[in-house]
């Protein structure tokens, strides 16, 4: 090499000093790289509709307003909301909606809100194909992040036994975690954190996500209990009018209401736990997945508000309902106004009109009850048993297809309904055959 240097002298060190100023350059670009910001992602959804749901939204909105305010790119941010409560005819507020109580004129969460699935396009199918990158039908959004980027889920719904809901159908565990090891496999993410607020939250994670998808889940229960709403009447009351609704999900508030007070660059994934566990007190908040990085700071994940000074502070309250009951306390309590106020409501109408819609409710809580134990009854020939919660959903096809067959022979599956869901996970675990079960549905609600 040497001779070639000495016999060609110009041509060679000139070839000789380009390659090493390549190489310099190649290791201070790579540098550059490193040190680059990643980009920060999150997914944000309310999988419910009706008035007597409007916390599930307010959770979603106000979870927008703390990112967006902590810097959080609204490119990065895909929000599924139904968009039914701010224009509710039932809404004091028309056009907003508030996620806490206040004496004065509140924080409207919605203003500013980019929706980007709403009403009929609220669905699991879209769901995971917003969190693999697939677009469920063209011009769908969906996430772009890549092997260096962190990605934000807040999830805020009914559930039950190995499911989350959406207004028309169900996302079962099993989809959701082949979903994530999809996102995984592909290199869609550094790290993941994923907050669920939905009765029995904890079975959507227990015993199913793997500790090395690097996937942090926090649950508002465990695999067994409700969650529960919270700011419910008598305490939904924002500018001395009540909303009619409970305003948020105990959970849910709890960590966003740390995230509007707290200095996110300071605290931590595991002070916020304990906070959480420590603040929603109606059920065990749980996590599961990888542990490892809970020393992270909030704000690499979660940013909120910089200015802090302006939060109105809320005390614990005890106004909490279960989701079970959220609708018929919010017709119960129409009925109690109007019987209040003698007269025709501006919002509710008349005694006659929400006394029919409060006896409709109770009505199809007790169809929706008798049809559940008619078929635990038929199948197994006992009463006992039905709600018990000594074993995990694990046949999945099962549980989603008499879920589905529910809906095709007697009617959608109420909130209420909703805690029955435990009976079809005990039939399907049992070893009886989802024919047999869907045959036997059929002929309970043909009666």
């Not at 079962?172 to 790290?191: G, P, S």
């Not at 996500?209 to 939904?236: F, H, M, Q, R």
């Not at 007790?366 to 038929?378: A, H, N, P, V, Y």
């Amino acid at each position: 090499y040497q001779r070639r240097v000495h016999g060609e002298p110009k041509i060679i060190l000139s070839l000789f000093r380009r390659c090493r100023m390549h190489k310099i350059s190649v290791i201070v670009f790579g540098a550059i790289l490193a040190f680059t910001h990643a980009a920060n992602w999150a997914v944000l959804v309310a999988g419910s509709n009706g008035f007597w749901n409007y916390r599930h939204q307010a959770d979603v909105a106000h979870a927008y307003q703390d990112l967006i305010k902590g810097g959080f790119n609204p490119e990065n941010i895909i929000t599924f909301m139904y968009d039914d409560i701010a224009g509710d005819p039932s809404n004091p507020f028309p056009g907003k909606i508030f996620n806490k109580p206040s004496n004065g004129t509140g924080r409207d969460v919605y203003a500013g809100v980019k929706i980007d699935y709403k009403g009929v396009y609220v669905t699991s199918k879209n769901f995971l194909g917003a969190l693999t990158g697939k677009p469920a039908f063209a011009g769908a959004k969906v996430l772009k992040s890549g092997p260096e980027d962190n990605v934000f889920v807040f999830f805020s719904d009914h559930g039950g036994p190995g499911l989350i809901c959406f207004p028309s159908d169900d996302l079962l565990a099993a989809d959701l975690i082949t979903a994530l090891t999809t996102m995984h496999t592909n290199k869609m993410y550094k790290k993941f954190v994923f907050y669920l607020e939905s009765c029995e939250s904890g079975s959507m994670f227990d015993g199913l996500l793997k500790t090395n998808l690097g996937i942090y889940a926090v649950t508002a229960a465990n695999k067994d209990e409700s969650s529960w709403g919270t700011y419910c009447s008598p305490d939904d009351v924002v500018d001395n009018k009540h909303i009619g609704s409970c305003l948020g999900d105990l959970f849910s508030i709890s960590w966003m209401e740390d995230v509007d007070v707290t200095n996110t660059h300071k605290e931590t994934l595991e002070e916020q736990f304990h906070k959480l566990v420590a603040r929603t007190n109606l059920s065990h908040v749980s996590r599961f997945g990888d542990l490892s990085y809970t020393s992270d700071v909030l704000a690499d994940y979660i940013d909120g508000p910089s200015q802090k000074d302006n939060v109105e502070s809320i005390s614990l309250t005890s106004s909490n309902v279960s989701p079970y009951d959220a609708k018929l306390a919010m017709l119960n309590w129409r009925v109690q106004e109007v019987q209040n106020c003698r007269c025709v409501h501006p919002l509710y109408g008349d005694l006659q009109k929400v006394v029919a819609e409060r006896d409709q409710e109770l009505y199809e809580r007790g169809r929706s009850s008798w049809i559940f134990s008619e078929l635990w009854s038929r199948q197994t020939g006992s009463k006992e048993g039905m709600l018990d919660k000594s074993v995990a959903p694990r046949n999945f096809e099962c549980l989603g297809q008499v879920r589905n067959a529910y809906r095709q022979y007697c009617g959608p599956i109420s909130d209420y309904a909703q805690q029955f869901s435990r009976s079809i996970v005990n039939l399907c675990e049992s070893g009886r055959t989802t024919e047999n079960l869907v045959s036997t549905l059929l002929d309970i609600c043909r009666l």
